[in-house]
């Protein structure tokens, strides 16, 4: 058992983590896309946004074209929000883990940085952020995973294999549970 937790990485989500700072944060997907007007593969049935004209918030049932763009525009708002406040988290280092995602130029990383625009939609992720890192005023640093050295193994106590099992539960659970999230 450790002294103290300092030095344990943590796993939290970008919710959670605002306030906070950490030494090395790591944001993997961090380009991936999920349109905010679709439930799994069809288009949602109820839609939850703020109506400008009528300054109150709008439970709709069924869609309307003006629906999904109120949706998706405070959507991607709030993503924006969060992405700002993933990536201010850290002390020092910052590691984005972003991929080849369907369409990954609506992400919020991708509107942040311009890879929406006609210019930059048909270019790779990698490419694109190496032209951007070219820019002497940007201070950043593109490498593919396979470019990453092989991870070393630590050097310290082993422990034999059967220490690492799960220990099995003897008695029964009880399956009348629910798991909430008060924000």
């Excluded at 991936?32 to 949602?44: G, H, M, V």
């Excluded at 709008?58 to 999904?68: D, H, N, V």
């Excluded at 972003?98 to 210019?119: N, R």
Aim: proline letters at 6%; charged letters at 20%; aromatic letters at 10%.
């Amino acid at each position: 058992r450790l002294e103290s937790d300092a030095g344990l990485i943590k796993i939290i989500t970008q919710h959670k983590s605002k306030g906070l700072e950490y030494p090395f944060v790591f944001v993997p997907y961090v380009n991936e896309y999920r349109d905010p007007s679709k439930q799994n593969n069809s288009t949602r049935r109820i839609f939850r946004y703020y109506d400008p004209q009528t300054k109150s918030q709008i439970w709709q049932l069924g869609q309307s074209e003006r629906a999904i763009q109120l949706l998706r525009e405070q959507e991607q708002a709030e993503n924006i929000r969060l992405l700002y406040v993933a990536i201010t988290r850290a002390e020092y280092q910052c590691y984005l883990g972003i991929g080849e995602y369907p369409d990954s130029e609506l992400s919020p990383i991708g509107l942040a940085l311009g890879k929406q625009l006609p210019q930059n939609i048909d270019i790779s992720w990698h490419q694109f952020l190496s032209v951007l890192c070219q820019d002497p005023d940007n201070y950043c640093n593109v490498k593919l995973a396979s470019q990453l050295p092989e991870p070393q193994q630590q050097v310290g106590m082993q422990l034999p294999f059967a220490d690492l099992m799960a220990k099995t539960s003897l008695r029964g659970f009880e399956q009348k549970w629910r798991v909430h999230s008060f924000s």
